[in-house]
């Protein structure tokens, strides 16, 4: 009997470890989103928009919606959030919102809906005093009847409203966002429809097995909210997005008694060789439903859809029998101003720039988004994995009591919303949330149950949050080891965060936009081993857009600058890096002899597409032409250009498809440098003496040097370096809090020259072409000598030789001079990752940069207000973000003061310059080594960035030269 009587207990402890909450299952009845008709019998228009200028109070009276119009009301924008407009409500209370509206004369004999797409986070809402009903959760719709608390003529909707509930807890979406989301977020509206109408409308496609033909499933849900049985019919006609109509074989008509209540149809019908939805390819239909009764259409609803097929075949995605890798970016809502409620045509908008970045994939980080985002993405061809609104979420605040309000209704919310949108590929159930089996798994076989013909993950860390119990795995940041660990893993696997871009490292930032520029090294070799491992589906960097937002009380906060675009949707400089690295067409140049034609080779890595549908085009010095090429997907095949390498001058390829915007850009130069005529030096010295300074002068420069400083000035008496040069050591610096926030500081540059410099000795030799100066020294850092030779004729030679004191692996290290304010022009010529770059690009290949291009100055979070300007000209009190970024593997570098003198590098393309105003001066950094920076998640929490360090060690040289010329205007 002990015996018995254990395995019990242990039976009985497991399983309410599986299933720890329940819930009446007839509340799932309760989820509701009807289609908008097209058109309802006897009703003018059956949609009255609620959204404009509300009345809102941030401490309503008790039960203030049965006294509506008192005083301490003010207006605000709806939809919006209340902290974004300037209003504060104490955390925890309920805000009230209020307007009056006319209800349509022709709506008296309608069923009359109130449609919210999203409240934040909770609320209880009232029509004429009366209430209709409440909402938890405040990413997802909601829809309620009020047919029997609405009247003729005016009538008052009111809403209280909460910020922080367990929903905002389960999202975590105020602590994230550090500012309340609260309010009405998004639209709300009312709906007419008849008394028998369509609650749902949706679609499944799948193929035959010749990937030809489709078989088009539709899932109707009626609703008969009168009193007494109907006779009813449902009609159904498919067309295209022009109108035309499609033939199919099947029922186009079905008889239904319908019951007072709900009744759910299923149909399918054969549909030959329809034009397939993919992101390549985005054809769209439209399945159009009538809803007669007694032999009178009552209502015609509509859904637009596309054929396409999701498949899970061991460790690879399929979709329409295509093996797909997912080339992505996590997309959160945001505006600057606006917080994550958006407005006008944004979502169109993001979907269009994400899509001219060759980005095929967005996630919906961490919550459903509006549904405008997946009109989007159907119409201009994107693949989705919607995601459930919770992050960091664990089981402390759900009970039974709330289990179904907090986690499962509004995933099926989700999915009830979204899960006739070609462009979903799949759902996320959360993000970075704990307790599968007892939080999530249920929600999880209900959405499977709501939509079988989609895998599902749950995104986390690692590989197994869920058990192995979804069809997807998932691991955020798995490091550059991650494509080989995972090559032949069990489950398809996605790394729906990764190369998280520098945000936290905000003192870098605020001293080196470069990094930014850097990151494209490690973008291009970790994506290339996701593209070549078969079980990697892909991934979504880390993130797509700034998450920041300018409070009106004038902070910035938020998690900050880790997109590719800034929250004004301008292209930073990882955009074109992510561009380039995800294009579908890589071209490579072949070499060859003169007299052969020059051969390309052409890589395809579309994956629904040939490269025949592409445009590329050439052109060779003064020819142009175009290039017509045929090649699978995957595939890569050779072509020829008419004519030979003899005539190779200056190559410019060009590929187009669907768009005026390049897919991808390439260059080839092989035109003859200009000769560089070297001179004689045949200036001669003048020495003088003032005081215990040494003077040399010559037609084009003077020096003066000793015991008061170092200085060199131009032939017009205009100083251009006013310091001895100086060894800088600028260690690796991940200081920079996570989130800003009302109290977070204002970062100030990090650029530390080596310290507690002691020059012990000067040797000084004179002589009347040139002098030679030896500074023998040390530093806390290492020891050594710096010699500065200087020609008449205005070259300078820096060579230093350092040995090492202590073991420290620096971001970048090499000598650093001082120049007067006014050199506040840069130029270059470099090497760079691409061959093409845009001309604002901070790693363009050859360009010039303005110390300041305006009087606007940014933070670190950039301009608080919508900038008229490229990113490259945000400015801080240092300098242009063009200006400040370290241009790596110059061949040339200058800086120009207008008026007088310009002090030229000549490299190697081995040597990197970083330029920045402080305390007057124009310090310029001629480094000989630089790293990606120091950002947490590229170093430390994985080891990107470590790729690329060269750490220094007690005892080891350090040691360079360094050319510089100083030319007279």
Sequence with gaps: MKKLSLLMIILVFAVNIQAQFTFDHQKLETIRWSPIPEKVKGIDGVQLDLNGTWNFNPSPADSFWKNIGSTNWENIEVPGEWGMQGFEVDAGQYAGYYREFQLPESWKKARIKLKCEAVYSECTIWMNGKEVGGHLGGFTPFELDVTDAVKKGNNTIALAVRSESVADSLSSGSQYAVHPLGGISRPIYLM????????????????DETYENALLETQVLLSNESNSSKNAVLKFELTDLSGKQIAFEGDKQLAVLLEAGTKKIETSVDVRKPEKWDPEHPNLYVLHCSLLVDGVEQTKVSRRFGFRQVEVRDNQVFVNNHPIKLRGVCRHEVDPLRGRSLNGNQWFEDVKLFREGNVNYIRTSHYPPNQKLLDACDELGMFVEVEGPFCWAGKKPVNNS???????????????LNKSHPSVLHWSIANESYDFDELFKEAADLVKAADPSRPRIFSQYGPDGDGGYLELANHHYPGPGGPDKYRNHKRPITFDEYVHLNAYNRFELMTDPGIRDFWGDILYHMWEKMYAAKGVLGGALWAGIDDTFFLPSGHAVGYGTWGPVDGWRRPKPEYWHMK?????????LESGLNDEPVKLTLENRYFFSNLDECRITWNNNQAKGQLRVEAKPGESVEAMLPFTYKELGKLKLTVYKDSKVAVDEYAFDFSMPEMEIIKANEDRFQWSRKGKQKIAESKKLKVEFGPEGFRIS???????????????????????????????????????????????SVDVEEGEKQLKIVLTEGYDEATGAMGITVQANGSIAVSYDYSMLKNENFRQWGVAFSLPETFNTLSWEKKGLWTVYPEDHIGRLKGEAKLFY????????????????????DQTRYGSNDFRSTKRNVFQAALAAKGASTIQLKSDGSQHVRSWLENGNIHWLVAGYDNPGSERFLRGFSSHAALYDIPLTRGQKLSGQIKLLITNE
């Design 580 to 588: 380039k690295i995800y294009s579908p067409v890589k071209i490579k």
């Design 192 to 207: 007419a429809l008849p008394e028998v109408n369509v609650a749902s409308l949706h679609v499944q496609t799948t193929f």
């Design 714 to 760: 131009d032939s017009k008496g205009h100083d251009v370096l006013n310091d001895w040069p100086i060894l800088m050591l600028v260690s690796a610096n991940n200081k920079g809090d996570t989130q800003m926030t009302k109290e977070t500081p204002d970062y100030t540059l990090y650029s530390p020259a080596a310290s507690n410099r002691s020059i012990h």
């Design 402 to 416: 709330n289990y179904f309000e907090a986690i499962v209704q509004p995933i099926l919310e989700m999915v009830e």
């Design 854 to 873: 305006n009087d606007e100055r940014c933070g670190l979070a950039g301009p608080s207000k919508k900038p008229f300007w490229a990113y490259h000209q």
